[in-house]
């Protein structure tokens, strides 16, 4: 594998492709808001803003947005805790040419979840789901070592990481969110019932 691609990752239309574990299967998959789902799996759930600033977009994104290189964005990237346990690194990128009118509540998001501001909202229509597995080399999986270094979390160093990301429009605005998922989430059992029967249902 040439090094350059070990920073962009492969991502695929149907999550078969990334041989994900039958445990993660349901995170990877489920519809609606992971907000939603990691609350009714946990008993305290936060959002832990790390940064939202601009930045320049990761290689493998820029497309995605309709940049015709990686250029600058507003980057937001957060821990979703699950009783205070970081669960998903959330990574969102917004072209600079959007607008206020476009997002009109992204800039002050802070600590409140992005995702409230999407479903709530019937003017953003959500893309379909695209799947990977970031292997080590990869800027998030960097990034979710950092992140984990400063919980005192280490991970191997060659752990691979499942992740989603799904892109959104509103008016001409576009946003791209990306979800790794962490260790700590196939800990989460569902608060109403257990993941098997979400599996069964999701199987349904
Ligand atoms: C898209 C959603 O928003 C979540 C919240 C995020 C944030 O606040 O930055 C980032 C990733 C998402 O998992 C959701 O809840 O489904």
Same mark, same amino acid.
């Given at each position: ?94 072209? &600079? ?25 019937? &003017? ?81």
């Amino acid at each position: 594998m040439r090094p350059g691609s070990l920073r962009q990752a492969q991502w695929h239309a149907h999550v078969n492709a990334v041989n994900a574990p039958p445990a993660l299967r349901h995170w990877l998959t489920g519809g609606g808001s992971l907000t939603a789902k990691l609350k009714a799996h946990s008993g305290a759930f936060r959002v832990q803003c790390l940064h939202q600033e601009t930045a320049r977009c990761l290689s493998d994104e820029a497309a995605s947005i309709g940049l015709h290189r990686a250029g600058r964005v507003w980057e937001r990237e957060v821990l979703l805790r699950c009783d205070n346990k970081p669960a998903v690194f959330g990574h969102t990128v917004v072209p &600079m040419q959007a607008t206020a009118t476009d997002w009109p509540l992204f800039s002050a998001l802070g600590e409140r979840s992005l995702g409230t501001t999407l479903f709530g909202d019937r &003017m953003v229509r959500r893309g379909t789901l695209e799947f990977a597995r970031l292997r080590a080399g990869h800027p998030l999986v960097q990034r979710v070592h950092a992140a984990l270094a400063l919980e005192g979390q280490r991970v191997d160093a060659q752990a691979l990481f499942f992740a989603r990301r799904c892109l959104y429009q509103r008016h001409q605005g576009l946003l791209l969110v990306t979800e790794v998922f962490l260790p700590a989430v196939l800990e989460l059992t569902s608060l109403t019932r257990t993941v098997a029967t979400d599996t069964l249902i999701n199987k349904a």
